[in-house]
Nanobody
Framework: QLRIVESGGGLVQPGGSLRLSCTAP????????IGWFHQVSGKAREGVSC?????????PFKDSVKGRFTLSRDNAKNTVYLEMNRVKSEDTGVYYC????????????????WGQGTQVTVSS
């Protein structure tokens, strides 16, 4: 089974930047579409953005992060990145990376394999 590992979370001040990474040791991530999802305690998990296998198509970012977050993948490094810039307190939460065999809508129900998540806390 695909094992996904997220990293890069932590405490960041408002207005700062953070880069989250997603990899799958022992597996070729370029066989999968990859999505990043955000979950705040007590709320449903929601898609941030998703990227196709080749990295040339991404879904629109959710409104709250448009213009601040970017999504990219480096298949040579077997890694997908979520670059978070000008972060705000509402960006706080757990960020999950997930994989899908098929290119799908950026919804949790369409993604099959999930990492454990990485906590991002935006606070001064």
């Amino acid at each position: 089974q695909l094992r996904i590992v997220e990293s890069g979370g932590g405490l960041v001040q408002p207005g700062g930047s953070l880069r989250l990474s997603c990899t799958a040791p022992g597996f070729a991530l370029d066989d999968y579409a990859i999505g990043w999802f955000h979950q705040v305690s007590g709320k449903a998990r929601e898609g941030v953005s998703c990227i196709n296998k080749n990295g040339d198509i991404t879904t629109p970012f959710k409104d709250s992060v448009k213009g601040r977050f970017t999504l990219s993948r480096d298949n040579a490094k077997n890694t997908v990145y979520l670059e978070m810039n000008r972060v705000k307190s509402e960006d706080t939460g757990v960020y999950y990376c997930a994989a899908a065999r098929l290119w799908s809508p950026c919804l949790p129900s369409h993604y099959d394999d999930w990492g454990q998540g990485t906590q991002v806390t935006v606070s001064s």
